[in-house]
């Protein structure tokens, strides 16, 4: 015998990690999402493209914010008197039900000025707007 790790520690090993990556599911989904956003946004040349990476990666801050208001064995936030309960925290849901509604005004606004460009310049590409705008 060694000093080294057995092969049933490393299965334990492996288990657990297994358990931990998995238990924690929710966060590799908003990884995801954020990175699918911010890559459209980032290398999309489609204003229109843009704007829905913009929206994909706002969806997974909002999902990020209302998973961390879970309170473990926590319930609804309604007093009820004489009750010993451990309540979830209610104020990220409100402060995302108000970042939603920003949410959706700004991209009304956004795809309100994507048409005028649309109009002005005859396209939405961003590289072909740039060269019309260089070309004076």
Same mark, same amino acid.
């Given at each position: ?50 704007? /829905? ?5 706002? @969806? $997974? &801050?909002? %999902? ?5 208001? *879970?309170?473990?064995? +926590? !319930? ?23 970042? /939603? ?5 700004? @991209? $009304? &606004?956004? %795809? ?5 460009? *649309?109009?002005?310049? +005859? !396209? ?13």
């Amino acid at each position: 015998g060694g000093n080294g790790p057995t092969v049933l520690g490393n299965r334990e090993a492996g288990r657990a990690m297994t358990e931990f990556i998995l238990g924690k599911y929710n966060y590799w989904i908003y990884i995801v999402l954020m990175m699918t956003g911010f890559y459209a946004v980032i290398a999309k040349k489609n204003l229109l493209k843009k704007l /829905i990476g913009l929206n994909i990666l706002q @969806t $997974a &801050v909002f %999902l990020f914010y209302i998973s961390i208001a *879970k309170v473990r064995g +926590g !319930t609804a936030p309604i007093f009820l008197e004489g009750a010993e309960v451990v309540y979830d925290n209610p104020l990220p849901h409100v402060l995302i039900l108000t970042a /939603i509604v920003v949410a959706v005004s700004t @991209t $009304a &606004v956004a %795809l309100a000025i994507v048409i005028l460009i *649309k109009q002005a310049y +005859g !396209t939405v590409e961003e590289d072909q707007i740039l060269e019309m705008t260089e070309e004076g």
